[in-house]
């Protein structure tokens, strides 16, 4: 009887192919990169194919038949992860373990209330929470390491079945003295010529303040981006650079009324003109048996917006 290849090799062997770089499919499998490529040079000699082509450098390329047998395994592992899917989907609702992940622009100002909620309202789910950015969330629910995800919307989401569940306003934040302080809305063409301080690259915020920025001007620079931009890390360390002066921000209601501003010399401003919003839905892998539970738990995040739309 020919070895069969272990659902971890297949694990690793595609999201290799998926994502074609080591570092980001080793961190997809939650496992170092050395620990990802021995798996699949120990499928390799299982096999006694070789699947890579190494003689290209540091590209990931498969070779013909390693391209086949990573299709081949896709379909097995999914297979395979029915399996377990059609133990969750035969017990009661909502009960057994709940892997979220959320991104760094929603968590901090949304997860307090939202574990308070569930473990009051599901108590028998077991709640974990796992906070990335939208393209590694992704990734990891494409490999079954997550099973729901709350993300802002619009995204490149086409790999899961998405629920809008409410829009979040886009407010201008800027120095307390700024000239557009002045006003009670910003028109999104005042943020023309302005210096703004955006999230870093990996952020879905960054592209969503861009869109943003595109409907008030024809933005110049390189990939669309002005050379006087600033990137910030995190939600916090944007108020506390236009705080020092260095620019302004476009920052979303809910971190707002979570008092990001708190204690930074800071005003904020509500944005008008076009769509000056994102949208904060959910997302999980097509055809979940868990597709009602996510449903029904849509019901109970969506109270917990800001302003409800």
């Known amino acids: ?47 006694d194919s070789q699947l890579l082509d190494r003689t290209v450098g540091k590209k990931v390329v498969f070779t013909p038949l390693g391209h086949e047998i990573a299709l081949k395994g896709r379909q097995a592992l999914e297979a395979l992860e029915a399996v377990p899917q059609l133990a969750v989907a035969a017990r009661p609702p909502l009960t057994g373990p709940l892997r979220l992940g959320i991104i760094p622009t929603i968590g901090p100002f949304l997860v307090e209330s939202l574990v308070k909620t ?40 086409d790999t899961a079945e998405t629920l809008p569940l409410w ?31 955006m999230m870093e690259d990996g952020h879905c915020l960054r592209e ?30 944007m108020a506390g650079m236009v705080g020092l002066g260095l620019g302004i921000g476009v920052m979303p209601l809910l971190a707002l009324e979570g008092g990001i501003l708190r204690g930074h010399p800071v005003s904020s401003r509500p944005l008008s003109g076009g769509p000056v919003w994102r949208t904060i839905g959910l997302a999980w892998r097509p055809r979940s048996p868990r597709s009602e539970d996510f449903r029904t738990l849509a019901t109970a995040i969506s109270s917990l917006a800001p302003h409800p739309a």
């Open 1 to 47: 009887m020919l070895p069969l290849p272990s659902a971890q090799q297949l694990r690793y062997l595609i999201a290799l192919s998926e994502l074609r770089h080591f570092g980001r499919a080793a961190a997809a499998c939650a496992v170092t990169q050395s620990t990802l490529s021995a798996g699949i040079m120990a499928l390799e000699r299982q096999l």
């Open 118 to 157: 569930i473990r009051t309202r599901f108590p028998q789910l077991t709640l974990s929470v796992v906070e990335d950015t939208t393209e590694h969330l992704l990734e990891k629910l494409g490999m079954g390491r997550l099973d729901m995800l709350v993300l802002a919307m619009p995204c490149l989401c």
């Open 167 to 197: 829009r979040d306003p886009f407010h201008v934040i800027m120095p307390e003295n700024h000239p557009l302080a002045r006003l009670n809305t910003v028109p999104v063409e005042r943020l023309a010529d302005q210096r703004m301080i």
């Open 208 to 237: 969503q303040t861009l869109a943003v920025c595109r409907q008030g001007r024809e933005w110049h620079g390189t990939e669309g981006e002005s050379d006087s931009s600033f990137s910030a890390t995190s939600l916090h360390t």
